[in-house]
T-cell receptor
Framework: EAGVAQSPRYKIIEKRQSVAFWCNPI?????LYWYQQILGQGPKLLIQ????????DSQLPKDRFSAERLKGVDSTLKIQPAKLEDSAVYLC?????????FGPGTRLTVL | AQSVTQPDIHITVSEGASLELRCNYS??????LFWYVQSPGQGLQLLLK??????LVQGIKGFEAEFKRSQSSFNLRKPSVHWSDAAEYFC????????????FGSGTRLLVRP
């Protein structure tokens, strides 16, 4: 069984630029999550989708972050414009029967 | 509000020695509890989870954890550490309802001395 796929694995941008991350969850998993993991901290949930609907986006900075999950499968997370404090690893996860499976993450560096 | 505390930022043990990583949680009811491991450049891997029942939970790679309601703790243990266990370990809690989502602690980095 293929795992959660994410791309790119690494991204370096300058502040005020925009960036997008892509996630392909495990086939059949209805729930998809995006987490932000800042260096030295645990992952923090940004947004949770159930199929293509948003369940929880209470911790998503909506002035600069957006996410969508078209057709209830793949998802993209966008940051526009990026700030220095957005430097982090962005993890995507999908879940089935109360277990989350994580992708390898995208490491974002904002200069 | 739910929260998870991992009081040890770093722990160093010798290979072959026993290990215990501490985790305390704050939650009004019995939560779902998890331990994840993250190796450099890798995603989070589930070691074990507790939902209900037997308070001693066995996981992968020889790890176990014990849920103690009276202490609000879910400590991770391993009787004999291997060099390959060096990684970051995260404790997490989730509400056991339809809004299931994980709240993570800040992690404990395990270093293994040869």
């Amino acid at each position: 069984e293929a795992g959660v796929a994410q791309s790119p694995r690494y991204k370096i941008i300058e502040k005020r630029q925009s960036v997008a991350f892509w996630c392909n969850p495990i086939s059949g998993h209805a729930t998809l999550y995006w987490y932000q993991q800042i260096l030295g901290q645990g992952p923090k949930l940004l947004i949770q989708f159930q199929n293509n609907g948003v369940v929880d986006d209470s911790q998503l900075p909506k002035d600069r972050f957006s996410a969508e999950r078209l057709k209830g499968v793949d998802s993209t997370l966008k940051i526009q414009p990026a700030k220095l404090e957005d430097s982090a690893v962005y993890l995507c996860a999908s879940s089935y029967r109360d277990q989350e499976f994580f992708g390898p993450g995208t490491r974002l560096t904002v200069l | 509000a739910q929260s998870v505390t991992q009081p040890d930022i770093h722990i160093t043990v010798s290979e072959g020695a026993s290990l215990e990583l501490r985790c305390n949680y704050s939650y009004g009811a019995t939560p779902y509890l998890f331990w994840y491991v993250q190796s450099p450049g890798q995603g989070l891997q589930l070691l074990l989870k507790y939902f209900s029942g037997d308070t001693l939970v066995q996981g992968i790679k020889g790890f176990e954890a014990e849920f103690k309601r009276s202490q609000s703790s879910f400590n991770l243990r391993k009787p004999s550490v291997h060099w390959s266990d060096a990684a970051e370990y995260f404790c997490a809690v989730a509400r056991g309802d339809s809004s299931y989502k994980l709240i993570f602690g800040s992690g404990t980095r395990l270093l293994v001395r040869p």
